[in-house]
């Protein structure tokens, strides 16, 4: 299974872009990276998924550069809302198998 | 549409006693899979389940079981309860197509005293 790497933890302020880099040096080539944001005492909520470039969507953005050993999650102009804890994973979800594991997660603290 | 649902919300066991958690899927997904949460650590996989077949387990004891259900619900049992099974469990569920997105519960706080 990918191990990845995450900083524990960031700080940022309101309004601000907030960037995350996960690595993941032996991401194989089934691997999807996919990003979870989680506030305490509830479950992980899905933020978006890539597998190579860019993906953006309504909440954020995805950028896995070519050789695809680490990617990097932008949260746009952020608010205090968004302080939380950030899971960066790497794998897949099929009907053979469920490939994915957890870090420790990256945890962000938006500061007014 | 209806999330992920999980019951109950909170529990408290002692020790050596036996719980079952429950959840109940997104409409459509036939992938159910458990997680564990020890405070301040990343989920760790427990089990996922698929068409009512065991299709992964993670690095835990006998004493976790789990089934699924026709109706793809779901449910967790742990015997023999220890301290150190306190956690917040979580389900998740997913259409079982590769890359498919998981959507998480709530979650089952659950501690054992």
């Known amino acids: 299974l990918a191990k990845t790497t995450q900083p524990i933890s960031m700080d940022s302020y309101e309004g601000q872009e907030v960037n995350i880099t996960c690595s993941h040096n032996?991401?194989?080539?089934?691997?999807?990276i996919t990003w979870y944001q989680q506030f305490p005492s509830q479950g992980p909520r899905f933020i978006i998924q890539?597998?190579?470039t860019k993906v953006t969507n309504e909440v954020a953005s995805l950028f896995i550069p070519a050789d695809r050993k680490s990617s990097t999650l932008s949260l746009p102009r952020v608010s205090l809302s968004d302080t939380a804890v950030y899971y960066c994973?790497?794998?897949?979800?099929?009907?053979?198998?469920?490939?994915?594991?957890f870090g420790g997660g990256t945890r962000v603290l938006v500061k007014p | 549409d209806a999330g992920v649902t999980q019951s109950p919300t909170h529990l408290i066991k002692t020790r050596g006693q036996h719980v079952t958690l429950r959840c109940s899927p997104i409409?459509?997904?036939?992938?159910v899979s458990w997680y564990q949460q020890v405070l301040g650590q990343g989920p760790q996989f427990i089990f996922q389940?698929?068409?009512?077949?065991?299709?992964g387990r993670g690095n835990f004891p006998d004493r976790f079981s789990a089934r699924q259900f026709p109706n793809y619900s779901s449910e967790l049992n742990v015997n023999a309860l220890l301290l150190g099974d306190s956690a917040l469990y979580l389900c998740?569920?997913?259409?079982?197509?590769?890359?498919?997105?998981?959507?998480f519960g709530p979650g089952t706080r659950l501690t054992v005293t």
């Open positions: 998740a569920s997913s259409s079982g197509q590769p890359a498919g997105e998981q959507y």
């Open positions: 032996n991401i194989a080539t089934n691997d999807y």
């Open positions: 890539g597998y190579k």
């Open positions: 994973l790497v794998g897949y979800i099929k009907a053979a198998g469920n490939k994915l594991t």
């Open positions: 409409s459509g997904h036939k992938s």
């Open positions: 389940y698929y068409e009512k077949e065991e299709r």
